[in-house]
């Protein structure tokens, strides 16, 4: 049984900074790619950063490139969000995703996590 569990969430100001943990079992991690998505209230789920299953490679969505960094630890099963300078508007749930590219490129996530909230006060 696959799961994914987010951790890390809580309420920061303006300007401040978290770091979100997602500890995936029963999946062979370094095979997944692992992205973080995120949705704020009222909001459709949006991309927030991916990180390959191999090299590490990463991507970011525009409006959180240059503030957050993605990274994973193969040997711990873990994946992490570094979030600098947070905003008001980065205000969401977060998830973490587990997925593989598909035929076309883009990529196919099959496991989630349940989710961790993020508040930012301004």
């Known amino acids: 049984q696959v799961q994914l569990v987010e951790s890390g969430g809580g309420l920061v100001q303006a300007g401040g900074s978290l770091r979100l943990s997602c500890a995936a079992s029963?999946?062979?991690?370094?095979?997944?790619?692992m992205g973080w998505f995120r949705q704020a209230p009222g909001k459709e789920r949006e991309f927030v950063a991916r990180i390959s299953w191999s090299v590490g490679i990463t991507f970011y969505a525009s409006s959180v490139k240059g503030r957050f960094t993605i990274s994973r630890d193969n040997a711990k099963n873990t994946v992490y969000l570094q979030m600098n300078g947070l905003k008001p508007e980065d205000t969401a749930v977060y998830y973490c995703?587990?997925?593989?590219?598909?035929?076309?490129?883009?990529?196919?996530?099959?496991?989630w996590g349940q989710g961790t909230q993020v508040t930012v006060s301004s």
């Open positions: 995703a587990a997925g593989k590219p598909g035929a076309d490129g883009s990529y196919e996530y099959n496991y």
């Open positions: 029963g999946l062979t991690f370094s095979s997944y790619a």
